[in-house]
């Protein structure tokens, strides 16, 4: 298993996404260029060049036309994808910590910090007509977050919901037409760096800074599996074909030069999703691993990790035979 490592920013990588074919892989970090790499080759395709801060969060929506991007220049950007040129900025009171389109593309929403003075504050827009205009556009929907900040999010299925995470480790969904939440848990002790929902849209994997990731049903909220570790976990991420959960993480970057990449800190650690049992580790990054991806035909899987690196690893044959 030999990795491609696309090596491309500057700085550490704060996500990457594959795109719903799975022949790009755009990635983001605390440089101000998001990427576009062809997943199968690792060479970059370009870069989205306009944004004044670190950034934050990226997604692509389905039909692989635009890209959201939000950043700590407090602005969130709407980009072509193809021509790499911004279709929309959209300026915000703080940084914008997550952002989503929805499944059909039609919506798309984020998250700003709570910071200066300002509430950490869910936004929806509509970007069926993106153009400049956007920017003085109000958004469809505005909700504040009065207890804690939301530092991940999805949508829900059908796109009547938005589930989120916040930093004191709660999960809330919340209904879009109505406008309020509708179901809160309270399983992790600490707060929520990371969800990723599962190909169907039925459940989806949290990571959490109290070293566990845990699989929810995504409607009731039920915590149907925990996968526990001994440090933080960054991402996690749910196999397409078979069923395994990615874990990644380490310590928080400010100690990463206390301890060596001997100790195996920082591993990509594959969990059975049934029997919760850890069956591999993979390792590669120089530092805390803090987004990870699997390609949507399972048969590969992007780390980014604390060092500015993506690696994108194959799995070989043996990695398809039976385990149990």
């Not at 440090?231 to 749910?238: E, H, K, T």
Request: glycine content about 8%; hydrophobic content about 35%; some cysteine.
């Amino acid at each position: 298993m030999r990795p491609l490592m696309l090596q491309g920013h500057e700085r550490s990588i704060t996500q990457i996404k594959y795109n719903r074919e799975g022949d790009l892989l755009f990635s983001c970090s605390k440089d101000q260029k998001p990427n576009v790499w062809y997943s199968n080759n690792g060479e970059r395709l370009g870069t989205y060049d306009g944004h004044q801060g670190a950034i934050w969060c990226l997604d692509v929506d389905w039909t692989t036309s635009k890209l959201i991007t939000g950043s700590g220049d407090m602005t969130t950007k709407i980009w072509d994808v193809e021509h790499g040129v911004v279709i929309a900025s959209i300026p915000a009171k703080s940084s914008v910590r997550t952002c989503n389109f929805s499944y059909s593309g039609n919506q798309a929403a984020y998250t700003t910090d709570k910071a200066m003075g300002q509430n950490s504050e869910l936004f929806i827009i509509d970007v069926r007509t993106a153009d400049p205009s956007l920017s003085e556009q109000s958004p469809i929907l505005r909700i504040p977050m009065l207890q804690s900040k939301i530092t991940s999010m999805l949508w829900g299925p059908l796109d009547e919901t938005i589930i989120t995470g916040h930093d004191n480790g709660q999960i809330s969904i919340w209904d879009i037409r109505k406008g309020r939440e509708v179901n809160s848990v309270n399983d992790h002790a600490a707060g929520i760096n990371d969800m990723q929902m599962y190909k169907d849209g039925t459940m989806f994997v949290t990571a959490s800074k109290d070293t566990s990731a845990k699989l929810f049903d995504s409607e009731s909220l039920m915590c149907l599996k925990t996968y526990k570790t001994e440090r933080p976990v960054n991402s996690a991420a749910i196999s397409p074909i078979q069923e395994h959960v990615v874990l990644g993480g380490g310590q928080d970057a400010m100690e990463v030069t206390t301890t060596s990449t001997k100790a195996g800190k920082f591993d990509s650690r594959f969990f059975h999703l049934i029997y919760e049992e850890e069956f591999a580790r993979l390792k590669g990054h120089f530092g805390p691993i803090n987004s990870l991806a699997f390609h949507p035909d399972g048969r590969s899987y992007a780390s980014g990790g604390e060092d500015g690196f993506v690696r994108v690893n194959t799995f070989d044959s043996t990695y398809y035979e039976p385990l149990f």
